[in-house]
T-cell receptor
Framework: AAGVIQSPRHLIKEKRETATLKCYPIPRHDTVYWYQQGPGQDPQFLISFYEKMQSDKGSIPDRFSAQQFSDYHSELNMSSLELGDSALYFC??????????FGPGTRLTVT | KNEVEQSPQNLTAQEGEFITINCSYSVGISALHWLQQHPGGGIVSLFMLSSGKKKHGRLIATINIQEKHSSLHITASHPRDSAVYICAVRFWAGGGADGLTFGKGTHLIIQP
């Protein structure tokens, strides 16, 4: 069965650079969620989209933005990267408002 | 503040033992998820519950809405069950695709 796809799987950036993470939901899923999991931390909700509109907002820094496109894929844009942004970024998708299926994550390292 | 508490934080057991992991939450929810995460790895959704009980193979999840409590049980545990088990809830927030609030996870080790 098709799963949530995230790219890239690993990303290394320097401080103050920008990064774009991509998420491709399971086919026919209309909702995408982004989560951030710092080292040794539990995941924290960042933002979600339902039918291409922002639906809920968590602890997403102002330096980050995201959107969901017409094909339902989503991108998380991160600017002015800081060392503290190093984390595993998960995307999940669902048919609203049902069970969320998680992608494998993108591991971002900021040096 | 909306909170999710899990216990125990760490659990080591012998192969074949019956395992129980508990989760309690502070206010009303629309759904509760049990997730599994291997070290350095991705998150796998085991169950989503809004009431009652669900079973999948050796895994059983129950929820008591009145008591704001859920349990995850593993029968006939096996070393491959070793992982972090996370309880995550969607608190009522007036609708929308609300994000999950996660517990701190239970680190389970099953020894052969």
């Amino acid at each position: 069965a098709a799963g949530v796809i995230q790219s890239p799987r690993h990303l290394i950036k320097e401080k103050r650079e920008t990064a774009t993470l991509k998420c491709y939901p399971i086919p026919r899923h209309d909702t995408v969620y982004w989560y951030q999991q710092g080292p040794g931390q539990d995941p924290q909700f960042l933002i979600s989209f339902y039918e291409k509109m922002q639906s809920d907002k968590g602890s997403i820094p102002d330096r980050f933005s995201a959107q969901q496109f017409s094909d339902y894929h989503s991108e998380l844009n991160m600017s002015s990267l800081e060392l503290g942004d190093s984390a595993l970024y998960f995307c999940a998708s669902s048919t609203h408002p049902y069970e969320q299926y998680f992608g494998p994550g993108t591991r971002l390292t900021v040096t | 503040k909306n909170e999710v508490e899990q216990s125990p934080q760490n659990l080591t057991a012998q192969e074949g033992e019956f395992i129980t992991i508990n989760c309690s939450y502070s206010v009303g929810i629309s759904a509760l998820h049990w997730l599994q995460q291997h070290p350095g790895g991705g998150i796998v959704s085991l169950f989503m519950l809004s009431s009652g009980k669900k079973k999948h193979g050796r895994l059983i999840a129950t929820i008591n809405i009145q008591e704001k409590h859920s349990s995850l049980h593993i029968t006939a545990s096996h070393p491959r069950d070793s992982a972090v088990y996370i309880c995550a809830v969607r608190f009522w927030a007036g609708g929308g695709a609300d994000g999950l609030t996660f517990g701190k996870g239970t680190h389970l080790i099953i020894q052969p």
